[in-house]
């Protein structure tokens, strides 16, 4: 019998309108997706969130972010891509949620960094 692909979905997120660092959520998307292909992981879900600071917001106020921790309890999902880290947070509690993400066997992975 056949392994299914591993589910993936892709987590981006830019601070402001200008974007921080240069990489546009559509860029972020790019080179996910490119990395899942490489993978032979199937991406199911795209989570966005646009103008929203990792430094200066709580978790509570990234809505895409909720609902990808919530989709994660659900067990809808293997592998979360996000294109840097600091895409998915910047501070020890965003970390603290990586680390809970691990314990569901979800592995939170950088496209462009290695860890």
Known sequence: MPIPPRRAVIYRRVSTARQVGGASLEQQEEAC???AVAQ???V???Y???GRSAYAEDLSRRP???QMIADARQRRFDIVLVYELSRFGRRRK???VGEDLERLSVRLISVTESF
Do not use: D, S, V
Request: proline residues 0%.
């Open 94 to 96: 965003a970390f603290a």
């Open 64 to 66: 895409a972010f909720q």
């Open 33 to 35: 997706r490119a990395h």
């Open 40 to 42: 032979g992981w199937e």
């Open 48 to 50: 966005a969130e646009a």
């Open 44 to 46: 199911i879900t795209l």
